[in-house]
């Protein structure tokens, strides 16, 4: 079979420690939120979203809310069109009804069956699906590696690059440069994109978005709302109540 589907429903930090697979595999949740990490990145899986993942690539699982994990394995036959790396795809109501309908028909079915149809469709609609930008690279650099490490555990962190740089023992210049050539991003950008991870997490748990800004370090609302409308393009109650349709 060229697409198998699979559901499972995990309890909020529930946690799928570091495996990989023979297939490739669509990580979905149809609803909650979930994080997927790798040796070089972390991933946020809202329920507008996706995690591809090429076979062979270990990566860990970890509930953020009550999630109802709805997976798709792609036989390798079916994945030289598909992306190579992993990444985030943006999930359209079509292709989640779909997944949703394949995992609820059962991993079994005929050739030329209208399940396989669907899969084939299901694999067309992946092929289209845009990249989304909810990755969180991971530096290799020591000093770059403290600093993400102290951000992962308190996003709310205000300390400056300059004041980093005292901490690790290198220079702001070092630092700045260091940012986007192992990960691609400013260190602004990380921090702000940590931030949105963490928004995303407390959102999906039922905090109403004052509290998801205070918690996060932002003087009012009004900022965090900004930030959230300038990542995903539109608000956090927008977003949220498309998700939860």
């Known amino acids: ?34 994080s997927v990490t790798t040796p070089s990145a972390a991933y946020v899986v809202p329920p507008q979203r996706a995690v591809w993942m090429p076979a062979g690539v270990m990566h860990r699982i970890e509930a953020r809310s009550d999630v109802a994990m709805r997976s798709l394995y792609i036989a390798p036959g079916e994945t030289s069109d598909l992306p190579a ?105 990380w921090r702000q994109q940590r931030r949105l991870f963490r928004a995303l997490e407390l959102l999906a748990s039922g905090n109403n978005v004052t509290v998801v800004a205070l918690e996060l370090g932002y003087e009012n609302t009004s900022a965090f709302i900004a930030m959230f409308r300038r990542c995903l393009g539109e608000t956090p109650a927008r977003y949220l109540g498309k998700a939860n349709n």
Do not use: N
């Open 85 to 189: 790396e992993v990444c985030v795809l943006q999930v359209t109501p079509l292709l989640r009804e779909l997944v949703v309908a394949a995992v609820a028909a059962g991993p079994l079915y005929e050739p030329d069956s209208p399940q396989s149809r669907m899969m084939d469709v299901i694999l067309d609609q992946i092929r289209v699906q845009p990249v989304a930008s909810l990755a969180l690279p991971m530096p290799s650099d020591p000093r770059l590696r403290k600093i993400v490490q102290s951000l992962i555990a308190d996003p709310a962190d205000q300390r400056d690059l300059d004041a980093w740089a005292r901490e690790v023992g290198a220079s702001k210049r070092t630092l700045t440069r260091l940012f986007p050539a192992q990960t691609g991003m400013s260190f602004r950008s």
């Open 1 to 34: 079979m060229a697409v198998v589907a699979y559901g499972r429903d995990l309890g909020a930090g529930a946690i799928l420690p570091s495996h990989k697979h023979r297939r490739a595999q669509f990580v979905y949740a149809s609803s909650g939120v979930m």
